[in-house]
């Protein structure tokens, strides 16, 4: 006989369902798991790199990016504004110090010169003119002094007489008086020229200073064409190579403006720059080693410039020996900016696999698995790294290889085939 199920053994069955789905939905993730854990296919270790752990020094570094360049170089520019009128030189020529480069057109400069003098020698004279003047002045102010005194000694004589004729009451009080003010007014005046002479030697002397002082200054102008036109005829300073020089014949150039630069290829150094994120780690006098596919010099670190441009740090390395016959101008390559040196310490050859943080998990071959664990990283450059770990072992096998494919893992089998 039919029996009709209630809604609570109803909902007693869909519970039984849900369970069992879940328990064989769980059972599958477990499988996949351990299968994943347990039943990984075996590696050949030919797939990896593997670097043995050694002991050794380690110079920890960072990279930069070099130039060699001569450690002398100059730059020659236009001492006037003019044209370019001969070349004697071609660019990479060899030369001594003393030989002409180019020449440059000084027919422009030579009238300034002749119209300078000109006005020089018309100063000379305008100065000897003026120094007549100012000494005749102040001997016609000394000589209206000397006849006001003796004006004033004649006044004087006068006025005594009249004293005594007015003592014996043949003179008068009033001619007394009026003699005294004629004195008086003789005095003043030789005062008034007296200050008057004192003054023009004073404005004599301040003047003439500046006119000596004018006529130094169109000397000195007079000397800077002088020279200018000594070096239309353009020379070479030193001892060294032609970089480059301005070739266009009758082509003007102006005051200042390169023309021609040489360089001493016998000593060199290095110009060098690397990310502003090692500010803290570059200093003056730190080492360096430069690399390029035929050198490997070294050197330290004499100037860093204060100025960060583009994110990036520019400074200057003096070459151990600049000298060095292999160098070659103009050369770029990888620059080891040396931090610090460690002594005997584990380390293994850098990978891809090695990233740039303190801490990492590496594969170490034990036997016929690679087991992952956990080290610190010390000092590193872009050759070696220092592995801290009491769980790594002089003569361990580390893989460097990429291993971002089994980074869920802590254990890989191998094969050796």
Known sequence: MDRVITHREKNTQRIKRVGLGALIALGLILLYYFSSKLLVSPIN????????????????????????????????????????????????????????????????????????KDNLLLKKNSIAQSTYKFDKKVKDLKHDSEIYALRIQEQQADLN?????????????????????????????????????????????????????????????????????????????IDGVIMWINKNIGKQVKEGENIARIADLSSFKISATCSDRYANQISLNTKVRFKTATTNITGQIVNIEPVVRDNLIKFDVQLDDPKQKNLHAYAK?????????????????????????????????????????????????????????????????????????HQYKTKIPLTHE
């Open 45 to 116: 270790t030919n797939e990896f790199i593997i670097s043995k752990v050694e002991q050794g020094d380690i110079e920890s570094s960072f990279n930069a990016q070099g130039q060699i360049i001569p450690e002398r170089e100059l730059s020659i520019n236009a001492p006037i504004t003019t044209e370019i009128q001969n070349i004697f030189q071609n660019i990479g020529n060899k030369i001594k110090s003393g030989d002409k480069i180019l020449e440059l057109n000084d027919e422009f400069l030579r009238l300034g010169y002749e119209s300078e």
């Open 333 to 405: 390559g990888e620059l080891q900016v040396i931090t610090k040196t460690v002594k005997q310490v584990k380390r293994i050859r850098r990978g891809i696999g090695i990233k740039g943080g303190k801490r990492q998990d590496l594969f170490v071959v034990r036997g016929d698995y690679a087991e992952k664990v956990e080290v610190k990283i010390g000092a590193s450059n872009s050759t070696y790294i220092e592995i801290i770990s009491n769980q790594i072992q002089l003569g361990d096998q580390i893989i460097v290889s990429d291993m971002k494919a």
């Open 161 to 237: 007489n009249l004293k005594v004729l007015d003592k014996m009451g043949a003179g008068t009080k009033e001619n007394v008086q009026k003699k005294e003010i004629a004195l008086q007014i003789a005095q003043l005046e030789k005062k008034k020229i007296d200050d008057e002479l004192s003054f023009q030697r004073a404005y004599n002397q301040i003047e003439k200073r500046n006119l000596a002082l004018r006529v130094r200054m169109n000397e000195k102008d007079l000397q800077k064409i002088k020279t200018k036109l000594g070096n239309t005829t353009i020379t070479s300073p």
